[in-house]
């Protein structure tokens, strides 16, 4: 099953989701076709009028760029997932989830599409790490 | 042409005793078509993914529970991103806060495969009267 992480390009997350047999969703699989892809213009990492309208399609025009920048990237992600697992408080300087608005909008999203959701926490400590795991592994067993 | 090739960073968490260097001399002993890069934190290879994919499964043997990875996006010394070249680095931030946690997930890993339950988590209760009262009795004085 595809299932869609957030943060979307976090490593352990990544991880736990190939080595319980599913297919992560992650942001560096579409930042990978955007800066090798050759029909986009150089420099690649500019937006196109492609992603405007996408972005678009997921939050009003009223809402700030970043927001819809983003969603523009992670929403057909979302469409695509079939399951999610959220990992909250990342710290602030993650880059992409650096927008907490973003975040709520994409666990709306999420809960809008009503697929199985698991919110786990960042492990603070060994007992924290082993609850998280097992919950990772239950969800991800589940799913088959 | 993505579809085809694929880069991955392979990260060795702070616990295990396998070193960047040695798993580099190990991918390069497995003789496959790829690009590896010896970094910091582990590795990154590039090539075709079944190669790709071949290598990774033989690498995560050497420590499968502190062995971890995930795709990269952008090629390996891609000058956007490439130190040598003076690129920036926006998600370093990320992974060396998740290289750290990933002694944690290891041992939630390793508790894993030998079948221990995870303790559920202390409930936070409400401080009893006479202990409030001696806080106050303590902070008066």
């Known amino acids: 099953m595809k299932v869609f992480i957030v943060p979307p390009n976090s490593l352990i997350l990544y991880d736990l989701v190939e080595r319980f047999g599913h297919e992560p969703l992650s942001v560096m699989k579409v930042i990978g076709e955007r800066v090798t892809g050759l029909e986009i213009d150089s420099p690649p990492l500019n937006v196109t009028p492609e992603d405007v309208k996408k972005g678009l399609k997921y939050a009003g025009v009223e809402v700030p760029s970043g927001i819809r920048g983003r969603l523009a990237v992670w929403g057909p992600l979302i469409e695509q997932a079939e399951a999610a697992i959220v990992m909250e408080d990342p710290p602030y300087s993650f880059g992409c989830v650096g927008c907490y608005r973003t975040n709520e909008m994409v666990k709306y999203l999420l809960r809008k599409k009503g697929i199985p959701m698991l919110e786990v926490a960042y492990p603070q400590d060994e007992e924290d790490a082993k609850r998280m795991v097992s919950k990772v592994k239950e969800f991800l067993v589940g799913l088959k | ?141």
Not at chain 2, 96 to 111: I, P, T
Request: proline share 6%.
């Open chain 2, 1 to 141: 042409m993505q579809s085809e090739n694929e880069t991955r960073m392979i990260v060795i968490a702070p616990t295990s005793e396998v070193t960047p260097d040695q798993m580099v001399r190990f991918v390069h002993s497995l003789a496959r078509p790829l690009t590896i890069k010896e970094t910091c934190y582990g590795a990154m290879i590039e090539g075709k993914k079944d190669d790709v994919m071949f290598v990774l499964r033989e690498v995560r043997k050497l420590d499968p529970n502190r062995i971890f990875s995930k795709i990269r996006g952008f090629p390996i010394g891609d000058t956007r991103r490439c130190r040598a070249h003076h690129g920036s680095r926006p998600g370093f931030t990320q992974l060396e806060k998740e290289w750290k946690d990933l002694s944690l997930v290891e041992k939630g890993l390793s508790s894993l495969e030998r079948g221990e339950r995870a303790s559920e988590p202390k409930k936070k209760g409400r401080i009893p009267v006479n202990r409030l009262k001696k806080i106050v009795d303590e902070v008066k004085k």
